[in-house]
């Protein structure tokens, strides 16, 4: 019997069902982050909400179906201010009470961005 998850909807199945995973995959790439250089976002988003990461300027951008645009949710530097650091391992994260604003760290070697927002 298919049974949702109740924070996100996902369908849960009972041992030996078959196991259809389509909505976790859909549910994991709408969450997703696309993160380059500004110059690499595309022209417009496959959805409305979708998130981009501009690395080189640190903003992130959010596609507004509507007026068919990019906004700017988040930008360094601005009220709406975000930080990028970077850290050696995981384990050189900040601990999130001590941020005063959103913060995004880049983990040294390991090639992903892993968010940590202000307490």
């Not at 909807?9 to 030996?16: A, K, S």
């Not at 959010?62 to 384990?91: H, K, P, R």
């Amino acid at each position: 019997m298919v049974t949702p998850t109740s924070r996100f909807e996902l369908d849960t199945f009972d041992p030996g069902e078959s196991w259809d995973h389509t909505d976790t995959v859909e549910f994991v790439d709408e969450k997703a982050v696309e993160r380059d250089v500004v110059d690499n976002r595309p022209e417009s988003g496959t959805y409305d909400g979708e998130l981009f990461l501009a690395t080189d300027e640190g903003i992130l951008y959010q596609w507004d179906e509507t007026n068919t645009e990019w906004d700017t949710i988040l930008e360094a530097g601005t009220d709406q201010a975000i930080d990028l650091i970077d850290v050696e391992t995981s384990a050189d994260l900040p601990d999130k009470s001590t941020l005063s604003k959103p913060t995004i760290a880049y983990i040294d070697g390991e090639d992903d961005y892993v968010g940590i927002f202000q307490a």
